[in-house]
Structures are given as structure tokens and as C-alpha cells.
């Protein structure tokens, strides 16, 4: 591994880390995956250790196609401080509006999050920032409120145990980018037929299945939360899987263009724009959970240098529409 310092400016420099040549495109020749610790649109990967704010504030164009996050509930520095409902929510609404500024023109934000509790009473948190989304000020578009249920988690004893969290996904303006086909999932009937009207008797479901609908579950796709067993466990407390992440990078972007994860914790979203082809560009104030996303990252990255030397160019996703195709023909016969 060799380190790059190059000029950025006056002020200071940006230290490039040039890690291991992979391919990452069918369509490409032998290149680099350049990993950043700051801001640089050369770059493939950028990791900041620090405050998203003060990254946000780097990014001077609009060049990010897709942010994604989940956010901590309390956004103290570390999971068991808790933070004030109204400085939670005055946080959060400046990483939204900064968030808004790097977007492209049909860019997406999807906003992971679930239930503020306190005294054990919850507060939705969705409803709460829905306002800095679509208000006067951003006027996002909201095009999908998703609940993701979750399988596992703590047992209430004075209400009913919460086991589904939601995802806002908001686009900035009307050209947003979408690609159904990439996320498809098996159909539960392949074989169903129109029963009347001039396509009467032909197959009237999609050969590569339906659409994930916006309830998402560990039915198809197994999108689980990550507990203690779970193979992507790390020591990250809230862990973000690697299916759901997968599944709205997909769909929500293209290969080679910049995602944004203000709140990475343990490095989910960068492993899976790694073997997706896409650029990130993300922050985590916590050192102990970058560190464990750098080591995510390095992984990721000899995966794929793996699967090169190996005669792979690409990593099949297991939302492809490839393997859904294989599914659909399995549950047919």
C-alpha cells in the first residue's frame, strides 16, 4: 500500500490511499480503487473520520446520486448517551438540508430510522423529519414510505414489541432514477394466467418476478436484521444489513456514480457499493466503528481482487435479476 499527498488547494492536501487493482465493470480496463480520507472526486472511496457536517461541507458540487443512511436514534457520541428529542431533531434537520445540497437534480435520500423512546413512550421518528424533507425549504418528493420488519429484537412487557422500522426515500425533483428490474423477487404464482380479456391463458406475471412492494421482510430477499449470529455481525450495537442496503443502491443508482452515507457506523453501505460498483463518499465520528469499516472495506476490496484473479470480473448480487430468474424457474417446475 502506498500513500499519495496531492495538492488540493492552498489550504491543505489530501492524503489518497491507492489500495489493490481490481476489476470492477465488464466494460472497463485494470484500474484502482482509490480510497480517500477526505473529500476527493478522484477518488473511489472516501472515508472521513469526523462529523458528517464538516464533510458535507467539502463536497462543493452536486454529485451524489443517492444518500442513505440510519441514522442513531440519539446522536450522542456514543449509543448509550442520549440526546434531547428537540437537538435530535435540530441535527438532523441541518444533515438533511446539507445532505439536499450535494444531490444531483433526481437524486434520492433514503432515511432509515425507527422509534424515539423515552419514559416508554415512542415518537415515530419518520413523522418527525418528514417536514424538513417536503417543506418549503427542500420540497423533496417522498416516493416510498418502506417498512422493513424485523424478525428479531427485545421483548416489550407494557406495549406491543416493535418489530418494524421504516424508510423514507425522497428525490429532489421529478428525474429520478429508478431500475425495478435490478431489485426484482420471485413472484408467488409464476404460472398464473389472465383468465379473461384477449391475453386470456397467457402467463401474467413478469419471467424476472414482481416488485418488492414497499413492506420488506426476510421472505424474499432475506432482509434480517443483524444480531449476534447473524455473519455480518460486528460490534456496531445497530447494524445495518447488507440485502436492504443492496437493494435500494440498485435500484436507486448506477454503476461508477456517488452514494453518500453521512452516518456509516460499521461500514455497511461502503461493502456493498464496493462489490456494486459504485463510489461512496462517508462519514463516522466514532473511531472504533471506523476502523471497523476501514477493515470492511479492505475485505470488500480483496474479495474482488479475488474474483479477478479467478476469471470473475463482476460479483453476482443476490438481488440480480439473474437469480431471481433462477428462482422463479425453481419454484415453476
Known sequence: MTTESLPAGPEKEINRERILPVYRDRDVDRSQIRVAEEWDPDADVVLYEGDCLDLLKQIKDPVVRLGITSPPYNLGKEYEDHVALEKYIEVHSQVIRDSHN??????SLCWEVGNYVENGAIVPLDILLWGYFAGEELKMKCRNRIAWVVPHGLHSKN?????????????????????????????????KKYFKGPKKGEVSSNPNGKNPSDVWTDLWGGISNVKHNHPEKTEHPCQFPETLVRRIVLALSKKNEWVLDPYLGSGTTAAVCIQEGRKVVAAEIEH????????????????????????????????STTSVARAVSARSR
Open 102 to 107: 450535494v444531490l444531483v437534480d433526481g437524486g
Open 159 to 191: 406495549r406491543f414489541s416493535g418489530r418494524y422500522e421504516v424508510v423514507l426515500w425522497f428525490t429532489k425533483g421529478d428525474g429520478y432514477y429508478f431500475d425495478l428490474d435490478a431489485v426484482r423477487v420471485p413472484s408467488l404464482y409464476p404460472k
Open 288 to 319: 472504533r466503528y471506523m476502523r471497523t469499516a476501514r477493515a470492511r472495506v479492505r475485505k470488500q476490496i480483496r474479495m474482488v481482487e479475488k474474483q479477478f484473479e479467478s476469471g470473475f470480473r463482476t460479483q453476482p448480487s443476490p438481488a
